[in-house]
Structure formats: structure tokens, C-alpha cells
């Protein structure tokens, strides 16, 4: 994960390694480095600007040119940065309801189905009774993807294959639910190769009709800076609660996982790092700091 960015920041610090004292102009270009890094990453410019600027300031502020160990405050300095960046604290999702219900939203292919199977499985693993529910309806193959999932996970999936209204098929869930004795209800909504108004629509419509406890916006890291461009539609639309990064374990570039929390302003909450039910984390901005310095 991020091996590219990883070696770029190592790079730029290389210069710092066993200097007793640095100059004010090797801070100037450590910092220059750094912001090279990010923007090969794919993080937005300006978020690279603003954060490297921080770092320069904070650098000269703690007076680092006459500290013991320089270098190894620099690199103290990017990692208090980037895990700020990043959101500072990790955030939870919120499953109170009667029942809860969590949306997931986002472009087919994200992940977001795979994601879907994956938080049922979290949640059942601490004691919760969840219903899954399938309200794509249009491909019945994503109703098939959601009942294997399911049962590989052991949650039960609803599903109306004749319905082809999805506000009624997650309203048709939530009651469901009650009657069995679920707690928490996820959807998964239709997604589409791009982003187009019917979808938007179709998405904003459940969320009226089911008001549910937590919108998740699933997108997939790869993509870069389209991933940020996406979450930014999409969060206009729903005002989302938090974002899962699909795909970490590929060659991302780090981007999306860097810009997003800055640009839409709101939290990164799950990762997901493989195919595997088992594959997802909660996001913790300090970890993934640590990580990505190395
Ligand atoms: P959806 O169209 O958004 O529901 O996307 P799917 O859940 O069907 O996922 C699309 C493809 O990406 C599938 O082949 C998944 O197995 C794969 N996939 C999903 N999440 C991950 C992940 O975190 N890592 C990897 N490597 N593949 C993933």
C-alpha cells in the first residue's frame, strides 16, 4: 500500500538522516520534496500546498534547527500532518435505530456490494442482528452477488426481485426487520458507471423514505483524483456520514486516501484491502500516517 509514495517521502527525508543541525534551506526544499511526493500521489495541489506549508511553519516554529535530533522531528511533524489531514481521529459508524438503517451508495464496480457483505460480517462478529438488503433493481445479478455474500457470512438477504422500486423494497426491508427481531438494516443501492441524475435521484429517494442512521460512500482508491471528484457529487447529493476506500491493497497511489477528508469534509471510516470477507479496517488517520511513512 502506498509503496510509491512511501519511497518518495523516504527520499525527501534522506537528506535530514545524521545531521546534527539542518539549515533553514534544507528545510525549504525537505518540504519542497515532500510536496513533490504528495502531488505524484495524486493529492490534490492545493491540499499538498496548504499541508506542506504547515509543515514548514511548524518546522521553523519548534525550532528544529537547533534540536537534538532534526531529522527525526521533521519526520515527527509530517506524521502529526498527514494523520491530521487525514482527519485526526477515528470516527464510528452510528447504528442506533429501530431499526438502524445504513445506506451505501456509490459507482458500480467501487466495491460497494463486496463492501456490503463485509460490514454484515463485522457487525455479526459483535453480536448484531443485521439484515441485508438487495434494492438494485437492475441487475439481478447484483441480488445473486448480494445472496452469495450473505451466505458466506451467514446474514439473511431481502430481496424483491419482481419490485422494481427500491424506495419500497428498503421500506419492505425495515419492516421485515422489525418483524424478526433485526437491528440493523444495510442497503445496497444501485450503482452506475458514472454519475447520472436518475441514480442521484434514485439514491436521494431512499434516503427520504428510510432516513437512515448512516450514509456510507463506498469509492474505489485507484482511481485517484476521480475518486475526490465523485465523493464531492455525491456528498452534494446525500450529504454523506463517511467514506470507504475500496482497494488499498492494489497500487494506489495514496490520493484519494490523502485528499478526501480535506476536500468533502467528511471522514474516511472504512478501509478495504482485498476481496476477502475479512478484508476490511477501520480507518485510523494515525495508523495509516504511520503506514504511509513506513
Ligand atoms: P459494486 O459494483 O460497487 O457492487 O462492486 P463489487 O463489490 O462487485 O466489486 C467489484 C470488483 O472489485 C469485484 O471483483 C470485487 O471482488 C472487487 N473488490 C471489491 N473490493 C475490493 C478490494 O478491497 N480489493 C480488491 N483487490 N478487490 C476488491
Redesign the pocket.
Known amino acids: 500500500m502506498f509503496e510509491n509514495l512511501q519511497d518518495k517521502l523516504n527520499n525527501a527525508f534522506r537528506t535530514l538522516k545524521g545531521k546534527d543541525r539542518i539549515s533553514d534551506i534544507n528545510v525549504a526544499a525537505t518540504t519542497k520534496e515532500v510536496r513533490k511526493a504528495l502531488v505524484d500521489a495524486d493529492v490534490n495541489f492545493k491540499v499538498a500546498k496548504e499541508i506542506t506549508d504547515r509543515i514548514r511553519e511548524k518546522a521553523l516554529d519548534r525550532k528544529i534547527l537547533i534540536s537534538v535530533e532534526p531529522g527525526q522531528m521533521f519526520v515527527k511533524i509530517v506524521q502529526e500532518e498527514l494523520t491530521e489531514l487525514m482527519g485526526g481521529e477515528a470516527k464510528a459508524i452510528n447504528t442506533k435505530g429501530d431499526p438502524a438503517v445504513i445506506l451505501i451508495a456509490?459507482l458500480?464496480?467501487?466495491?460497494?456490494?463486496?463492501f456490503t457483505g463485509k460490514l454484515a460480517y463485522l457487525l455479526k462478529k459483535q453480536g448484531k442482528q443485521v439484515l441485508l438488503t438487495a434494492a438494485d433493481v437492475y441487475r439481478p445479478a447484483?441480488i445473486e452477488?448480494l445472496k452469495v455474500l450473505g451466505e458466506q457470512v451467514g446474514v439473511e438477504v431481502y430481496s424483491e426481485p419482481e419490485n422494481k422500486n427500491p424506495v419500497t423494497i428498503a421500506q419492505n426491508a425495515i419492516a421485515h426487520a422489525r418483524k424478526i427481531g433485526k437491528k440493523i438494516v444495510i442497503v445496497d443501492t444501485a450503482?452506475r458507471l458514472a454519475v447520472d441524475e436518475a441514480m442521484m435521484q434514485e439514491v436521494e429517494d431512499i434516503k427520504s423514505a428510510v432516513k437512515p442512521s448512516e450514509i456510507l460512500f463506498?469509492v474505489d482508491s485507484m482511481t485517484g483524483q476521480d475518486a475526490v471528484n465523485t465523493a464531492k457529487t455525491f456528498n452534494e447529493r446525500l450529504n454523506f456520514d463517511g467514506v470507504v476506500l475500496?482497494?488499498?491493497?492494489?497500487d494506489a497511489r495514496g490520493g484519494a486516501a490523502l485528499s478526501i477528508r480535506q476536500i468533502v469534509d467528511k471522514p474516511i471510516k472504512f478501509i478495504?484491502?482485498?476481496?476477502k470477507m475479512e478484508?476490511l479496517d477501520s480507518f485510523y488517520p494515525d495508523r495509516m500516517a504511520s503506514r504511509i511513512l513506513g
Open positions: 456509490g458500480q464496480g467501487s466495491g460497494k456490494t463486496t447484483a452477488q450503482g463506498v475500496t482497494k488499498l491493497d492494489g478495504s484491502t482485498g476481496e478484508a
